[in-house]
């Protein structure tokens, strides 16, 4: 394990990817808070886990979309010291082609995906500027690169992500904090392990598999270093040559 001992939030951590992400960060010797909305025993797991490896983590558990939550929660771990590190990685699908999907469908992703990064991400920013060095990492997709049928709300919710992304990295780059975002294609892990089965991935990715969890994990980790601090504003594929 290195040097670094700031802390972590990774939302949705309780999933795989966010589950590989936490057990990444841990391993580099951040304390980690593993977010979970309703899946509060995944989450207890997987810092069980890094803690197990050697680590520090705690699990923690509020709706993204519930401002008021979502505020009193951070509020609550601010107590101990500044977040520098946050990952956010919770995200939902919901599918429908276009013509046919109902407004739940629409503001489901839309909420958790855009308020969500407003909701964490906001409340974490002075607290982080005054430290003057800061991670902020968000776990976005290919398909708001390339687009995808039946998915138009889904990439407009990423895409809306990646502009936040570019804009919040000129606010706060003179403050020693990188603004990035990790788009993963097909990966065989949560939604895409379910999306996409040999013959679809065959067709799709010139490298002719899916990508690990630990994949991703590994350049979010990179991220979140020290050694990554003149990249910002960036939206960096991970997808095997999809794009």
Known sequence: MNEITTRALVTGGSGALGAAICRTLGAHGHFVYVHAHRGIAAAESVAAGIVSAGGQARALQFDLTDSAAARAAIDQILEEGPIQVLVNNAGVHDDAVFPGMSPQQWHRVIDLTVNGFYNVTQPLMLPMIRTRWGRVISVTSVAALLGNRGQVNYAAAKGAVHAA??????????????????????????????????????????????????????????????????????IISINGGMI
């Open 165 to 234: 992304t570019k804009a919040l990295s000129l606010e706060v780059a003179s403050r020693g904090i990188t603004v990035n975002a990790v788009a993963p294609g097909i990966i065989a892990a949560g939604m895409g392990k379910a999306a996409f089965d040999e013959t679809a991935i065959d067709s799709l990715v010139p490298m002719k598999r899916a990508g690990s969890a630990e994949e991703v994990a590994s350049l979010v980790g990179y991220l979140a270093s020290r050694e990554a601090g003149y990249i910002t504003g960036q």
